[in-house]
């Protein structure tokens, strides 16, 4: 039986009231390209030198998504209307799927990609999936059609607010999760904005990973919902994003746009390794997680923080195990006929593994510290003895090797505040220590 529910979009509009710019006037490039403090944050200019999401497409569904945006065009793929019931994607009156989708694949416009709204992952495509706030179920028939149609992420920046889908979702919902999870896809989805104890569908459900929050500090966003659900954080303030109708921007914040950052990181993932399941692509986004300082010696998950905000770079960089093949996702049991397949292990199981496989990656490090130590003391051997073999052949005139002349001193390079420094490997499923000074999240 068809129902009538509320259906919320993820992004509180900055300020009171909407700010929307246009791209050539009220705004002006430059400007807009700093007002993306979240890029910087994440070490956009580091990351794309490794991954931009080339071969990944990523499902938007949401209200649409404005396919002629100059910061979006020919990066979003034919889609579907599950309104109108055509192919044609396009917003209606709500420009918050085309916001989404520029916060994930976005790629400028002008001399160098210059100008404009900039995604995290500039090469991924987009899958436009208007979705029916008005159909007997959630989102079952748009995942299924996401799934279907290439995407190996999915990007669901709404909720749902029907009392049905606070007990857990309809059973329909729950299986075109076990749907997308059996055929290798990534389903990532906000948790409000209420600032409230509460998660909604479907973040809330088994498969689906769920994001909250921060702003600029790195800290907790105040009206990022929370709950025992999330597993992780993003940017979620002042996030500048493409707009509609025509080249419009718009300056939001919300759960909507952190679900979008672990949308585009997840596509960075999946291009650079594409044969890491869905779940080992969040098991990397987890282990590399951090917390900023304020929030040290949480116990993990934290119910605000998850296992902490992302860093692409990390995730890209690290030497992570793979893990197991759903990772941090808890899988749906046996609802209906599709639902993925178990694994067999629990939660601790889950956690033995990555103990296990922490422990070894200890050994390595010590082994090959070792090694090392042994080696620098060999060449500090060699240079001694050849520096006494010259004092003895010049009766004792001559410098010491490999130093620097007199007045000159050895000069360490100027270090980036943003760049990531590599952390011996942690168990995200413990207490994680924060990440050096002048990265983000930044100290507190």
Known sequence: MAFTRTMRVLSATALTGALILTAASAASADQTRRDQWALEALQAESVWNISRGKGVTVAVIDSGVNAEHIDLKNNVLKGKDFVDGDDDASPVD???????????????????????????????????????????SGFADEIRYAVDHGASVINISMYIGDSRFEIGGPPEDLEAISYALKHDVLIVAGTGNDGARKIGFPAKAPGV?????????????????????????????????????????????????????????????????????????????????ALPDSASGLPL??????????????????????????GPL???????????????????????????????????????????????????????????????????????????????HPVSPQRNPYQQSVPPQQNPYQQQSPPPHGQWPPQQ
């Open 94 to 136: 709500d420009p918050h799927g085309t916001e989404m989708a520029s916060v994930i694949a976005g790629h400028g416009h002008g001399m160098g990609a210059a100008d404009g709204v900039m995604g995290l992952a500039p090469e991924a495509k987009i899958l436009p999936i208007r979705a029916n706030i008005e159909g007997s």
């Open 330 to 408: 808890k899988v749906p049991g046996s609802e209906g006929s599709s639902a993925a397949p178990s694994t067999g292990k629990s939660d601790a199981d889950y956690a033995a593994e990555n103990k296990e496989a922490d422990q070894k990656q200890l050994i390595f490090f010590v082994v090959l510290g070792l090694i090392a130590l042994v080696v620098l003391g060999l060449i500090v051997f060699l240079i001694v003895k050849l520096s006494r073999r010259n004092k003895n052949k010049t009766g004792g005139s001559g410098g010491p090797v490999g130093y620097a002349q007199y007045g000159q």
């Open 301 to 326: 998950p934290d119910e605000k923080y998850g296992y902490g905000s992302i860093r692409p770079l990390a995730a890209l960089t690290e030497d992570i195990p793979a893990g197991s093949t759903y």
């Open 209 to 289: 990973l769920a994001v909250g929050g921060v702003n600029e500090s790195g800290t907790v966003w105040e009206k990022s919902n929370y709950g025992p659900e999330v597993l992780l954080t993003a940017p979620a303030t002042r996030i500048v994003g493409a707009g509609w109708p025509g080249n419009k921007l718009r300056i939001a914040d919300g759960t909507s746009d952190s679900t979008a950052f672990v949308s585009a990181a997840a596509a960075l993932l999946r291009s650079k390794y594409p044969d890491l399941t869905a779940g080992q692509i969040a098991n990397r986004l987890v282990k590399t997680a």
